[in-house]
Structures are given as structure tokens and as C-alpha cells.
């Protein structure tokens, strides 16, 4: 049995996280010789990029989405 923790580190709304997450896992185990969810997908939401990166765990996959700050 293996749960999925989400790390909201933006101010997006967690239910517009939850779908963004949902669309990683709908690609499936890709990463890891296909033992894990996509290592960093790039998100634009409202003109803003959102990154998502994933790691895996001995009972879980952890997905942690945060926005992507640009350098001036």
C-alpha cells in the first residue's frame, strides 16, 4: 500500500495543485526505469510557471509544487 503526499509551496489553490498532480500520475511511471512519477513537469498557470517535482519513497510518492521564481 503507498500513499501520495502533496506539498502546495505556492499560493495556487490546492485544488488547481490536485489537478496539476493528477496529470503527472495519468502519465504514469516514467522515471526510475519506471518506478517513479515524472521527475520535474513545468506547469504555466495564469502566465506564472509552476514546477512540480516528484520523489519516491519506501510507502509513498511526494509530489511538491512550488512556483518558479525568474532572475532579474
Not at 500520475?25 to 526505469?33: E, F, L, P, Q
Request: charged fraction near 25%; aromatic fraction near 12%.
Amino acid at each position: 500500500m503507498s500513499k501520495i503526499i502533496i506539498h502546495n509551496q505556492s499560493e495556487i489553490s490546492d485544488i488547481a495543485v490536485i489537478k496539476a498532480v493528477t496529470s503527472v500520475i495519468k502519465m504514469g511511471r516514467i522515471t526510475n526505469n519506471n518506478k517513479q512519477y515524472c521527475y520535474l513537469t513545468c506547469f504555466e498557470i495564469e502566465n506564472e510557471e509552476y514546477h512540480i517535482v516528484t520523489d519516491l519513497r519506501k510507502y509513498s510518492d511526494v509530489f511538491t509544487f512550488y512556483k518558479v521564481t525568474k532572475k532579474k
